[in-house]
């Protein structure tokens, strides 16, 4: 297993277009998670999955934002209408089962958005 | 909402210096996890403290979780150009949710 995959790595959009990312997990990873990072900060929590079910969504996220794990799988982020505050590192990790369990977080690269 | 600070934001260590960065919560944690990020990379996971006031070692870096588990702390000794990158904690708050709230981060420089 190489990891978690995200695609793409970069992606510069124009202000109002709509994104979409998608994240490969750790296969044998139930649980899946979206965070946004800006410079300089920590990683902001914005959803997560167990299998295909959406269990927490921020209530800090927009409803530009939506997320799916439509298998259990992979997952996709799309931002909606995008606008210039929302460029950031989108990081996408997965765990087995929850932190209850020991196991940390495996982070994937991230995908870096720019909206000009 | 669950807020997570570090302190410090920065520090510049020589090499062989020891380092701590604190970690607080504004609400009482069911455990903390530490990651370190190294520049231009992602979060790689260290360790999870689950215990009130329990203390793990992983060779020069030490870990507390507080008697209240509110707060917590890393301790690199005699650091290295190695140890270099920014460290967060990260919490779970205690009684709902499997979210991890990350702290603000202690960006670590050591100098040779």
């Known amino acids: 297993d190489t990891g978690v995959s995200q695609n793409p790595r970069h992606k510069i959009t124009k202000r109002g277009q709509n994104v979409t990312f998608r994240c490969d997990p750790i296969?044998?990873?139930?649980?899946l998670y979206w965070y946004r990072q800006t410079l300089g900060q920590g990683p902001e929590f914005l959803t997560y999955?167990?299998?295909?079910?959406?269990?927490?969504k921020s209530r800090l996220l927009s409803d530009r934002f939506s997320a799916e794990r439509p298998k259990g799988s992979f997952s996709t982020l799309e931002i909606q209408r995008t606008e210039q505050g929302d460029s950031a590192m989108y990081l996408c990790?997965?765990?087995?089962?929850?932190?209850?369990?020991?196991?940390?977080?495996?982070f994937g690269s991230g995908t870096r958005l720019t909206v000009v | 909402g669950q807020q997570v600070m570090q302190i410090p934001q920065y520090q510049h260590v020589q090499e062989g210096e020891d380092f701590t960065t604190y970690c607080n919560s504004s609400?009482?944690?069911?455990?903390i996890q530490w990651y370190k990020q190294r520049p231009g990379g992602h979060p790689v996971f260290l360790i999870q403290?689950?215990?009130?006031?329990e203390v793990k070692k992983q060779k020069r870096l030490t870990f507390q979780f507080g008697e209240a588990k509110k707060n917590s702390s890393l301790h690199i000794t005699a650091t290295q150009t190695t140890d270099v990158g920014t460290y967060f904690c990260?919490?779970?708050?205690?009684?709902?949710?499997?979210?991890?709230?990350f702290g603000t981060g202690t960006q670590l420089k050591v100098e040779l």
């Open positions: 990790a997965s765990s087995l089962a929850g932190p209850q369990t020991g196991y940390g977080y495996t």
């Open positions: 296969s044998e990873h139930n649980r």
């Open positions: 999955f167990q299998n295909e079910a959406q269990l927490e």
């Open positions: 609400t009482t944690l069911s455990n």
């Open positions: 403290l689950v215990k009130s006031g």
């Open positions: 990260a919490g779970r708050a205690a009684g709902g949710g499997n979210k991890l709230t």
